[in-house]
């Protein structure tokens, strides 16, 4: 039998019994992936006891609420000041009970942040999660290595600290902010900590009757009592995977537009590890950016993946009256063990189409912006992405490895000179797809391969986030520009924590 196969299919044994639950909290300390002590206890789990149980049910076709805005406390143009505490809060999800999460001033999605091209930025970050580290990651965004929110760069609990940068000409994007401390991202994230940052260009190409909407994913789990339950051994493996995908905190919320509105959404995946193939029903979706802003004109999509921490830019014609809803399709993206979540024919927004038409809406312009390939590299550099996994006398061990190795903070896994393009390929031999994440920098993928078959991407574009599925490798050209450590990892947290994760040093 394939080696693979073999463990994977132990593994199922192991965790397929009635009582046998693996529940198991990670020590946020150690790098590599050993659980030893894995508890085989009468734990109440998501997974497997619990499958046959309904999860809670939550109110939906709720009015979609807007997020609440970062306010900008400088009193003058061209700079953005504020604060943001991480802090423990109470959500109210199920419609009789408290939950505790964590969130950003308050509110998880985080508040959102608005600023332009040109803007400096200066955010007071105060941690006051009790206990633990935290930083703020802007993914995606050009900022310099130190005030990127690295592992490398800890707030200790009960601190402050300024992340100060500038938005330069052409950063227009979606972006968005989350926690990045070593070994705690994936608990602080799930637990609430995400928020979207929308850097607006000066002159937007988009027309403003569009409107502008972020609709943040997020992926919950509520246990009986209300609370969200620790990471299981299948979460570890998997990513975790919660009972309601939340749209801006809310279950599967309501919007109303006149007949023949054309909407711009920005549809961000801040879940932990849901893969998220989406359609919407009844009405025409054109992707016109990606997590790194405009493409260079606009693309009709009948159907879209969303990959964890992956973004999109959307605009959505409703041009029928009736309700247009956005729905999810079945991905089968690898998955260990039992348990797999039913991905398919979840409505995420139901948007109520008036018999009243709209006001006539500008069309949307032909080209964009202009997007420049990178051109040839001057360097070519291979990133393997393999798992592995053993069962041993005190438990079990699984590694989640980018070239053989487990992520350690003290070792510099690449050195790359500020400048120079790179060809990156991503080789995914795991059994699991991995959307892998490069800080710090853009990227434009070049092709894509599988066995043995070559596929172009079907439009040039700046990301920051790809899906590599399992068995594919992904080319793709990069250029940092800043020098300073940078992180590259898989966007599943569960598996960046357990090692899948490198550094490159930039040097000028
Ligand atoms: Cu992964």
């Not at 965004?141 to 800890?154: L, T």
């Not at 705690?184 to 000066?202: D, H, I, N, P, S």
């Not at 998220?276 to 693309?299: Q, Y």
């Not at 039913?342 to 312009?365: F, K, Q, R, W």
């Amino acid at each position: 039998m394939h080696r693979r196969g073999f463990l994977a299919a132990n593994l199922a044994t192991v965790l397929a019994g009635p009582r046998a639950l693996a529940q198991m909290k990670m020590d946020g300390t150690s790098n590599m992936a050993s659980m030893p002590g894995m508890d085989m206890g009468d734990h109440a789990g998501h997974d497997m006891g619990a499958m046959a149980q309904d999860p809670a049910a939550l109110p939906e076709g709720e009015a979609l609420r807007e997020l609440p805005l970062l306010a900008n406390e400088a009193g003058r143009p061209g700079l953005f000041r504020a604060r943001l505490t991480a802090e423990p809060a109470t959500a109210r999800f199920a419609a009789d009970q408290d939950t505790p999460i964590l969130a950003y001033n308050g509110t998880s999605p985080g508040p959102l942040i608005e600023a332009y091209e040109g803007d400096r930025v200066e955010i007071t970050f105060a941690n006051r999660i009790a206990g633990e580290q935290s930083t703020i990651h802007w993914h995606g965004m050009p900022v310099p290595a130190d005030q990127d929110g690295n592992p490398m760069d800890p707030v200790a609990a009960g601190a402050d600290r300024v992340y100060a940068f500038e938005l330069p000409e052409g950063s227009a994007g979606s972006y968005w902010y989350h926690p990045h401390p070593h070994g705690r991202t994936a608990e602080q994230v799930y637990r609430g900590l995400a928020g979207a940052f929308v850097v607006k260009a000066k002159a937007d190409p988009i027309p403003a009757a569009y409107g502008d909407t972020a609709l943040i994913f997020t992926d919950l789990r509520l246990a009986a009592d209300g609370s969200m339950p620790e990471n299981t051994m299948t979460d570890m493996m998997n990513g975790r995977v919660g009972d309601h995908v939340l749209v801006n905190g809310q279950k599967n919320p309501k919007l109303a537009v006149a007949m023949g509105a054309k909407r711009r959404v920005r549809l961000y995946n801040a879940t932990n590890a849901r893969f998220l193939r989406l359609h919407f029903a009844n009405a025409a979706m054109t992707v016109i950016g990606s997590d790194g802003g405009l493409l260079e004109k606009p693309v009709a999509a009948e159907e879209i993946l969303l990959s964890p921490a992956e973004r999109l830019e959307l605009v959505v014609a409703f041009d029928r009256p009736g309700a247009a809803a956005l729905t999810t399709l079945d991905y089968d993206r690898g998955w260990m063990g039992p348990g797999r979540p039913a991905d398919a024919g979840l409505t995420l927004l139901t948007v109520d189409v008036s018999d009243t038409a709209a006001e006539a809406m500008p069309p949307l312009p032909e080209r964009l912006r202009p997007i420049v390939p990178l051109g040839a590299p001057t360097v070519s550099r291979r990133l393997l992405f393999t798992e592995t996994m053993a069962m041993n006398p005190t438990g079990m061990e699984m590694g989640f490895l980018i070239n053989g190795k487990a992520f350690d903070m003290a070792r510099v896994d690449i050195v790359a000179r500020a400048g120079d393009t790179e060809l990156w390929e991503i080789v995914n031999q795991a059994d699991m797809d991995h959307p892998f994440h490069l800080h710090g920098t853009q990227f434009q993928v070049v092709e894509r391969e599988r066995d043995g078959k070559l596929a172009k991407p079907p439009y040039l574009a700046w990301k920051d986030t790809v899906n590599v599925a399992r068995g594919e490798t992904v080319r793709l050209l990069t250029r940092q520009e800043r020098p300073g450590a940078r992180m590259y990892h898989c966007h599943i947290l569960e598996h960046e924590q357990l090692g899948m994760m490198g550094i490159v040093d930039v040097r000028a």
